[in-house]
């Protein structure tokens, strides 16, 4: 399943603790999709994701947007 | 599906590039070290928003979500300009030329002032170079953020001298004065070393919850 939520306009951290809420609620595999303009943001959510050994694939798409996309591997 | 729009964008930014550097060579001919002012504030610029440096994070993030990497590349840029301020300082000071370190007296109001300021940064979402920054990368939410922060940073100047008569203050102190240069440095440099070990320390405890 892929899942998204909206945090278009959102300052760090609201971001981040609204995806780990998400992730909670999410099975092994699926996959959670971001978009941001916030650049503090992305950076913040890629160093969490990776520090808790989870997939993140972050593609900066324009000048000032991330897209990002974060595979549940583990609870 | 992703679009990647970076490319349709190049040619602005190769349009913005000429257009920096023809402001550069015009402004070199009316005083060459306010060109060089400008280039070194676009390079600063340049440089905070591809690194997405953040100072608001790292002194929310421990506490928020324990995360401390950005704590942690603070330390190591206190660290740098420690020992790049020394070095400074030496060099001036071989060369006799007369150089005054910043060193302000301190108050209660310094602390209430500070506070305040880290109170604003965190709901702001940014401190002043983040705030510029993200004005510059279109977050358009900061430039509300930037309205507050000129409105506090202008009446704050101009009240000051009220704080300071009202609270009084406390003589500047200067480490190298009493300890000397080198035992100075070794001090700072092993308490930020400390620091760096208990962020570290921090982190793993807090991901490991």
Redesign the interface.
Known sequence: MRYTIEIWGEMCPIPLIKTQKKLKNMQIGDVLVLETEHSCTSRGIVVWAQQNKYEIVETEIANGIWHLELTKTHD | M?????SS?RKH?LGFVVFLGLLLILIAQLDFSLSITLGLGLAIGFTL?KS?F?F??AF??PI??G?T?LSRAVIILLALSIIGFALVEWWFRAQQIFFKPYVFPLGVHTLVGGSLFGIGMVIA??CVT?VL??IG?????QMVAFIGLLLGAFTGKQTQYIWKNFFGEWNSVFLPDFLGWFPTLALELALLFFLWKMLKWW?VRQ?NK
């Open positions: 992703i679009h990647n729009n970076l964008q930014s928003q997405r953040c608001v994070s929310r993030d928020l979500t995360m990497e979402g940014g983040g920054m993200r990368e279109g977050f358009a939410m982190q991901l």
